[in-house]
C-alpha cells in the first residue's frame, strides 16, 4: 500500500502558484520523498525529491515539514501544460530498497 | 534528465499471441528496471524488479510464466506477455534506475491492445 496521502483533485488558475499537498506521517528516517507527475497516456515525469530540507529546482520547490510528516510541492508559476497527475511517494535510500509504489496522487488542473 | 526509451509505443496483436515490448536506458548504465502496468483512470501498479544478469523479482498476484522479463544488459529490458488476452491490454511503464540509485527515470509508455 502506498504510504502517503493526497487530495484526489485540485484546480489552479493559470499563472498562480499550485501548492500540492502530501501527507507521509509513517515515514522512516532512511526514507526520501519524491514527486513524479504523469500527464495523460505519458510515462511519469520525475519533478524533485528531498529527505528533510527543502529542496528548489527549474520545476519545482519540495517543502518538507520539520517532523517530516508532510511536504508540498510548489510549482510557482503553474502553465496549462502543467495540467496532470501528482504523485508524491515516499522512498528509501537506494541501498536500502526503492522500489516506488504508486498511489492515486493529485489530479491538478490548471485552468486559464 | 536521463532518457528511457520504450518500444513499441502502441501495439495490437491477437488473442493468444505473444508480444514483446522493450526497455532502454539511453545515456546511462540502469542496473535495475522496474516494470508497470496502468488501467484506465487507475495508478500505475507495480508488476516487477529486474536486475541484470538475473531474474526478475515479481510483485504478489503478478504471474511470472505470463509476463516473462528479461533483463540482459545493462541497458535492455524487455517484457513478454506471452498468450495475450483481451483483458492484458493495458499501459505498460518501464522505468529505470541509475547509478546513484536516488532517481527512478520512466519511459514513454507501450500501449498494448489485444483483439
Known amino acids: 500500500d502506498a504510504k502517503t496521502t493526497q487530495p484526489p483533485s485540485m484546480d489552479c488558475a493559470e499563472g498562480r502558484a499550485a501548492n500540492l499537498p502530501c501527507n507521509h506521517s509513517t515515514i522512516s528516517g532512511n526514507e526520501y520523498v519524491y514527486w513524479y507527475r504523469q500527464i495523460h497516456s505519458q510515462g511519469p515525469q520525475y519533478i524533485i525529491h528531498g529527505l528533510k530540507n527543502n529542496e528548489t529546482n527549474e520545476m519545482a520547490s519540495l517543502i518538507i515539514t520539520e517532523d517530516r510528516k508532510s511536504s508540498t510541492l510548489i510549482l510557482p508559476h503553474a502553465t496549462l501544460r502543467d495540467t496532470a497527475v501528482y504523485y508524491c511517494?515516499?522512498?528509501?535510500?537506494?541501498?536500502?530498497?526503492?522500489?516506488?509504489?504508486f498511489g492515486q496522487g493529485t489530479e491538478l488542473s490548471v485552468k486559464p | 534528465g536521463a532518457v528511457v526509451s520504450q518500444h513499441p509505443s502502441r501495439v495490437i496483436c491477437k488473442s493468444g499471441t505473444s508480444v514483446k515490448i522493450e526497455c532502454r536506458s539511453l545515456?546511462?548504465?540502469?542496473?535495475?528496471m522496474f516494470w508497470y502496468r496502468q488501467f484506465p483512470k487507475q495508478s500505475l501498479m507495480l508488476m516487477a524488479t529486474s536486475n541484470e544478469g538475473s531474474k526478475a523479482t515479481y510483485e504478489q498476484g503478478v504471474e511470472k510464466d505470463k509476463f516473462l522479463i528479461n533483463h540482459a544488459s545493462l541497458t535492455l529490458s524487455t517484457l513478454t506477455v506471452t498468450s495475450a488476452h483481451p483483458e492484458d491490454s493495458s499501459f505498460y511503464i518501464c522505468?529505470?534506475?541509475?547509478?546513484?540509485?536516488?532517481?527512478?527515470?520512466f519511459g514513454e509508455g507501450s500501449w498494448l491492445t489485444v483483439v
Open positions: 511517494i515516499v522512498r528509501p535510500h537506494y541501498n536500502q530498497g526503492g522500489k516506488l509504489i
Open positions: 522505468s529505470a534506475r541509475d547509478a546513484s540509485g536516488n532517481t527512478i527515470y
Open positions: 545515456d546511462f548504465q540502469a542496473t535495475t
